[in-house]
C-alpha cells in the first residue's frame, strides 16, 4: 500500500512499521544515521533510489571496490599501473643499509672509539720516532753513525722478501691515514656537539676549569699537520727550501745537524713538539675514557699517565735538536 506524504515508507515485507526487521530495514523516523543490518543486505535492492541507506551502502561497496582495485606496491619487483590512461612500470626497493664498520663510524661512539685507537697508533709511532732520534748520541760504528745504520735498515725492512723502501712507505702511508682518519673523527664529534648543543651555556667557570689542552685540541693538530709537511719536505725528501744546503739522501747525521743549525727551523721544532705534548697530554687522559673506562678511582693514575707520555716525549724530542744547537752534538 503506498504510503501518504509525511509519512514513513512501507515495509517492503508487508510487515507494520512497528516490526524489528522493517525498522532495521527502513530506519527509524528521525534516526541520524541509518543502517543496514548485515542479514537484510538483501532488501537492497527494494529500497528507494534515494534512500540513505542504499547510498551508504553502494559508497561502502564503491570504496571496497576502489580499495579492490588499487594497485599495490611490495618492497620488491616491478609493478604495472595506470596513470592517466598510460602504463607504467613502477619498481620500489628498500634503501641499502651501509656495512658495519661505516654504520659503527657514524655514531659518536664509533667516532671515540677511532680517536682512541688511531691515537694510540700514533704515540706508539712518536715513542719509536723519539727513541731512534736519541740515536744521534750513540757512537759510531766502524766510523758510521749509529742514526744511519738505524736508517738503513728501516729501508732494508723485511728485505729481499720486500723490496727497499716499499715497507717503509707502507708504515708513513699507514700512520697518514690514522692521523687523518683522528682529525676527521675529531672534526665530526665537535660538528656533533655544536648541534646537540645549539646554545652555549657553559659558564665562565667550566671554561677556566677545563684544561688548556682540551680546548685547543683543533688548533694543535692543525699545527702539528703543517709541522708534519714541513718535517718531510726537510729530512725525508730534501725538497728546496725546506731543506738545508748540502743535503744528501741517507745521511741522516749530517743532515740532522745542517738542519738544526738553524734558528727558524729549530723554533718550528719546538713549538710543534710542544703542541704534541699538550695534545697527547689530553689524548692520552681521555683516551680511557673515550673507551668505556672511567672511575673516578682512576682519575690519579690517568693524569700521572699522561702527564708522564707528555714530559718524555717533549724532552726526548727537543734533547738532540738543542744539542746540536749548543755545540755538543757537531
Not at 78 to 105: C, N, Q
Not at 145 to 154: F, G, Q, R, T
Not at 191 to 203: F, G, L
Not at 248 to 272: D, I, K, M, S
Request: charged share 15%; proline share 8%; hydrophobic share 45%.
Amino acid at each position: 500500500m503506498p504510503s501518504s506524504p509525511g509519512s514513513p515508507p512501507a515495509c517492503p515485507h508487508g510487515s507494520g512499521h512497528g516490526s524489528r526487521r522493517c525498522r532495521s530495514a527502513v530506519g527509524d523516523v528521525g534516526a541520524a544515521e541509518p543502517r543496514l543490518a548485515r542479514s537484510d543486505r538483501g532488501l537492497l535492492p527494494h529500497l528507494p533510489r534515494h534512500s540513505p541507506i542504499r547510498s551508504r551502502a553502494v559508497g561502502r561497496g564503491t570504496q571496497a571496490g576502489a580499495r579492490a582495485r588499487r594497485p599495490r606496491l611490495t618492497a620488491e619487483g616491478p609493478h604495472k599501473v595506470v596513470i592517466m590512461g598510460f602504463p607504467v612500470t613502477t619498481t620500489s626497493s628498500k634503501p641499502k643499509r651501509a656495512s658495519l664498520p661505516v654504520e659503527f663510524y657514524r655514531s659518536a661512539v664509533g667516532k671515540k672509539w677511532v680517536m682512541a685507537v688511531t691515537g694510540v697508533l700514533i704515540i706508539g709511532f712518536a715513542l719509536a720516532h723519539m727513541l731512534g732520534n736519541l740515536k744521534m748520541f750513540l757512537p759510531d760504528v766502524d766510523g758510521v753513525p749509529d742514526i744511519d745504520i738505524y736508517a738503513e735498515s728501516l729501508r732494508k725492512l723485511f728485505s729481499p722478501i720486500v723490496p727497499e723502501h716499499v715497507m717503509l712507505w707502507l708504515l708513513r702511508v699507514g700512520l697518514a691515514a690514522a692521523f687523518l682518519l683522528h682529525m676527521h673523527a675529531a672534526y665530526a664529534l665537535t660538528v656533533m656537539n655544536h648541534r646537540a648543543r645549539a646554545v652555549d651555556y657553559q659558564s665562565p667557570r667550566n671554561y677556566v676549569a677545563a684544561s688548556y689542552a682540551s680546548r685547543t685540541m683543533r688548533w694543535s693538530g692543525v699545527i702539528f699537520l703543517a709541522f708534519i709537511i714541513f718535517h718531510l719536505a726537510d729530512f725525508t725528501l730534501g725538497i728546496q727550501p725546506a731543506a738545508p744546503e748540502g743535503w744528501e739522501h741517507g745521511r741522516v747525521y749530517a743532515n740532522f745537524l745542517l738542519g738544526f743549525q738553524r734558528p727558524f727551523a729549530l723554533a718550528f721544532y719546538t713549538l710543534a713538539v710542544t703542541v704534541l705534548a699538550i695534545h697527547l697530554f689530553h689524548g692520552a687522559w681521555s683516551m680511557f675514557q673515550s673507551m668505556g673506562i672511567n672511575h673516578p678511582r682512576f682519575n690519579g693514575i690517568r693524569r700521572a699517565f699522561a702527564t708522564a707520555l707528555a714530559a718524555v716525549l717533549w724532552v726526548g724530542f727537543l734533547l738532540p735538536p738543542y744539542a746540536v744547537a749548543f755545540g755538543f752534538l757537531s
